[in-house]
């Protein structure tokens, strides 16, 4: 599947099914995935970057918004290639889940 082009997983949120959204979308033709209800673990930001960085700043302290935003530059700069290409692999096998979920209710 993701090997045929490019594929849009997002939820109904108002900028997702904005018209300045879709309209590319459809204009490029690109397959766009719906995101199944009750399913709020498919984003990798929550399941593989957040976690990721919880876990690396747990117990960090900063002492101002911008020494924070730094922080979180600096790590995510230091990050590998992979790291990301990991996330996005595992999105096949939690949509997967997901959709075996909504399917079994």
């Keep these: 599947m993701?090997?045929?082009?490019i594929v849009l997983l997002h939820d109904n949120a108002r900028p997702h099914s904005a018209g300045v959204t879709q309209n590319p979308?459809?204009?490029f033709?690109?397959?766009?995935l719906d995101h199944p209800p009750y399913s709020p673990d498919l984003a990798p930001s929550?399941?593989?970057?957040?976690?990721?960085?919880?876990?690396?700043?747990?117990?960090r302290r900063f002492d101002s918004d911008?020494?924070?935003k730094n922080g979180v530059q600096q790590w995510l700069s230091s990050l590998a290639a992979t790291f990301f290409e990991e996330g996005i692999d595992k999105l096949v096998?939690?949509?997967d889940k997901c959709?075996?979920?909504v399917v079994t209710m």
């Design 2 to 5: 993701l090997s045929q082009g």
């Design 25 to 27: 979308a459809q204009q």
């Design 29 to 32: 033709s690109w397959e766009q």
């Design 46 to 59: 929550d399941y593989h970057l957040f976690l990721n960085l919880k876990r690396d700043f747990e117990g």
């Design 66 to 68: 911008d020494d924070a």
């Design 93 to 95: 096998s939690r949509y």
């Design 99 to 101: 959709l075996k979920m």
